[in-house]
């Protein structure tokens, strides 16, 4: 590929999705922009490159921000997370939403549903301990193929054993062949559509967790920045933001603070939580058993 092809891929991504690629991918943006050569009906990457010289289809970007991004997931990835989440989260959130009803989350890099769905067993499993709470889950993801496998729900064997338990599959999915369906009343709790973090955030309203992980990463460090002050705008004052374990570093911002001894989770500065927690006699962990 000459450079100056890459170096159009690489503004292209970095403008419209925020995805930073470098030299050493070359060879993988090679590999994964000859099917899409082919598909739009281009000879060779060259003319695919001079097509978006123009005015390019919106489709047709969308298709190269989707063949490059990192899709990678698994059911409750990252198991300290889902623990700070039902042991420490849902247990303040319990109780100091108990007059207002509702619980919202936000899964806002939701790949093919694994993260928010994860999120939904947790609360299924948690009924008894948030009984007055009425749950909404949005997940939404930038590319548009992997949210149409969350919203069916469907995944294959390895998929569906990657990260769950045994136990929780056998009773909230149904088994078709070699693929594995999640139930309706687990699906129908989540709400999936297609956002971009480089977009306005306002009109998704405020959220009292959210889970922003491993995509971050993904970003250079201005646009996580960037990203991260917006999602702190959407957090409520005692919300919880959740990132990748491996993002601690690109968590960085003014209005919001690690928790001592709990990785991975944000809180506002002036969260109460902030206080009890930093009082609280160590907080219950234990091995996910949604
Ligand atoms: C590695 S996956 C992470 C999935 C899940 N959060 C997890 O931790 O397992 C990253 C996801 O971020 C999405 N993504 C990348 N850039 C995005 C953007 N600008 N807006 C929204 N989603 C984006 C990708 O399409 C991909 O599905």
Redo the contacts with the bound molecule.
Sequence with gaps: MRITDFDVYKELLKE????VIAPDQTYMLESRLGPISKKWGYPSIEALTQALQGVPDKALIADI??VM??????FF??LATFDLFRNSALPYLAKARASQKKLRIW??????G??PYSIALTLKEQAAQIPNLKPEIIA????IE?LEQAKLGVYSQFEAQRGMPIHTLIKYFTQDGQLWKIKDDVRKMVEFR??????DMTPLGSFDVI?????L???DDETASD?LMRLTQRLAPDGFLFL?SAEAGKGKTADLTAVADQRGVLVPKSSPYLAMANSAAPLATGAVSA
């Excluded at 419209?16 to 995805?19: A, E, F, R, V």
């Excluded at 939404?140 to 590319?143: C, F, L, T």
């Excluded at 889970?211 to 995509?215: G, I, K, P, S």
């Design positions: 419209k999705s925020g995805l921000i989707e991004a990192n899709h990678e997931t698994s990835r990252d899964s806002a890099a939701a790949a093919s694994q993260e939404s993801d930038i590319s992997v297609d956002f971009n973090l480089l977009d889970f922003c992980c491993n995509v990463c993904d970003f990203i990748g």
